[in-house]
């Protein structure tokens, strides 16, 4: 491969120093000349009309300025592509526990709560229904009732809790289990599970003096937001400006914006800044958990272990509203999540995407993908445990070998691409010790997969400054996983200045440019194809200006060290000389669109050892080893905590995470109640990594961001079948289950 003297290189990343000394500041520390907090009136019911609501006591409270209800806003309803959530729900119904009726603005937070609690609201109560099975049944009660009726809605032949029902087929299903000697069945099934991130949703918002409304939230996708936004409001795009902030984690779970846009109609109300920030227990109860899911599986196999068939139902309980969960189609592609390193001739994937009043879920680091992955990886293992084959040789029986170049379930292109999982997972079993001597009580599970990544829009560029000032501009704001730094990386390597000197600033979506946002491990890849660009470009003018100024042949000028070479005597002279010269900042730009860009995908296998308690259930997770097959590693600091830390969340899902509802209600609401690994749960990690030429852009990357927290879940629950015999299905797998399971001795494979 290509050596570089800084790409490829472990760089620490260059907002790390300010967010641990605690000079970074988030949008939860803004404030404002005579600002007011916002806080939102939830409802109590799961499903219910409104028939009155009281606010006179409120407002007439010392300290309180303003209340907004649904009547102010009727019909305003807020999405990313099904527009379904309606900015306060007071004119229409409430769906969930948690929905939003009115909101307060007043002089503090205290105020604005006790104002809150004195706003009367007289309720007509509905049916309601949570289970997403329960949901999809014909005699169920309408949760959305004018479905048709919204923007992007998916049309439907008759009136459904089901707004997206897909089925996808390969082959021929009857035929393949025909052809089959055993046919083996399995249940699978995920619980809602929090992002946890450090920062909850918050904002401050004003309009200023030219009528444009200026925010700073915590958002992942501050310029696709700003699209729906200015629709939901009625702005033009170009006044609805989404100031650069730090964002303190998302994971997915950070794109709502309905919550700015009452601020703004609070800020239209008063003529003030309005703050707001969300605590954890609206956060627990309001906001968008990834989905839980429910999967059946039924695959075909022949007793030499060939799959002659794979058919999949699954459901998705969507929540209350599908207004920020990820696109409608997520659930088809899920469901070939689990079949993507696999040839199986014959295919049936049915998918459902359900209302239910619930919780709305939302985006969570590879959404379906990790419910899907879960169930696909435990069946292989339940299938190779039920014909008596090793669950690696049952793998590596129905691989694709080669090139991808059989008739595949999506439309990728990945034809050109060599396909890398055997090395992947001969790596794994000799790194992990997979078949190493073992300790009663102790197990071993892997699970292997592909994943993609999207691509879509993105800017960046490069100024030098006449006083040596070096700055870099991106479209995609960093939430934390080292962006801005890879930018800096690649305009180092390629202008040949110190990493250090440039400085990197996202622009605010008021400077016009576009970009998908983070998520779809899209940020390295794309951030580093658009700096590489932009700096190619600020290299031809730097040439272009040597030539002009000093007489010399452009094609034989070169750049070296911060430096223009040229001359017979090979003068340099410094870059920032020549913008004195040229009396302005010498910049390039670039820019990248490739649409969704799944050209090329990284292969991954993970093996985890645990420890299980016969006597009580208990799970240890002892060890955990993963090998990613991938292009270039731009920062193999930054890619190694990409991975532990997709890792880590994984761990969460498979052992502990889960959000409690009781009758739509979520009833452990906050970090005491919710759990999530801590520092003791953290397994011995080895982490490794296999480079290839193959991939995107001059330094051929590919996305990393989602695939490794896929695993965990599979291989765990592998793994603790290995351990004492018994499977586990229904995440999360605590010890009460286990305990269960080994007292009756369900046998392997069924929950």
Known sequence: MNSYEVVGKSIIRNDGADKILGRAQYSVDLIAPNYLWCVFVRSPYAHAKIKSIDYADALAMDGVEAVLTGQDVEGLRGGNIIVDEPLLSSWDRVRFIGDKIAAVAAVDRDTAVRASNMINVEYEQLPAVFDPVEASLDSATLIHPDYSEYRNAIPQETPSNVYHHVIDEKGDIKNGFELADVIIEGSYSTERVHQAYLEPHSSLVYIDDESRLQIWCSNQAPTARRVHLARMVGLERSDVVINPINIGGSYGGKLDVTGVAV???????????IKFVMDYQEEFSAMNPRHPSIFKIKAGVKLDGTITAWEVSSYFASGGYAAYAPSPPFGEMSGRSALDVYNIPNVKIESRQVYTNTVPCGYFRAPGSTQAVFAGESHID?????????????????????????????????????????????????????????????????????????????????????????????????????????????????????????????????????????????????????????????????????????????????????????????????????????????????HIDEGRGNQFVSYAAHVAEVLVDNETGQVTLQKYCSVQETGRVLNPIGFEGQIEGGILQGIGQALME????????????????????????????????LESEQGHGPYNVRGIGEGAITMPCPAIMNAIQDACGVRVGDLPATSEKIYKKLRTQIPSGLS
Do not use: C
């Open 382 to 590: 339940v299938i190779a445990r039920s014909i008596n084959m090793d669950p690696i040789d049952f793998r590596r029986k129905n691989m694709i070998f080669g090139n991808r170049n059989i008739d595949k379930l999506d439309d990728a292109n990945l034809d050109t691409q060599p396909i890398l999982m055997n090395e992947v997972i001969d790596m794994a079993l000799k790194e992990s010790g997979y078949y190493g001597p073992k300790n009663t009580g102790v197990g071993r599970g892997i699970a292997i997969t592909e994943h993609g990544q999207i691509g879509f829009e993105g800017h960046a560029a490069v100024h030098i400054y006449p006083d040596g000032r070096v700055l870099a501009n991106m479209s995609t704001f960093d939430p934390g996983m080292g962006t801005a730094t890879i930018l800096a990386q690649v305009l180092s390597e390629e202008l040949g200045l110190p990493v250090e000197q440039i400085e990197v600033k996202p622009w605010n979506t008021g400077d016009g440019f576009r970009d998908q946002g983070v998520g779809g491990s899209r940020g390295a890849r794309v951030t580093s194809i658009a700096g590489y660009e932009a700096a190619q470009n600020a290299k031809t003018k730097l040439k272009r200006l040597a030539a002009e100024f000093y007489g010399w042949d452009e094609d034989s000028i070169g750049i070296e060290g911060g430096d223009v070479i040229g001359g017979d005597q090979k003068r340099k002279v410094p870059f920032f000389e020549l913008a004195n010269m040229a009396g302005e900042p010498i910049t390039g730009e670039g």
């Open 263 to 273: 601020s703004y109609f609070l800020s239209k109300k008063t003529g003030k800044p």
């Open 658 to 689: 889960d959000m409690n509802i009781d009758q739509g209600r979520v009833i452990n609401p906050s970090f005491s109640e919710y759990k999530i690994p801590v520092v003791t749960d953290i397994p011995e990690f080895k982490s490794f990594i």
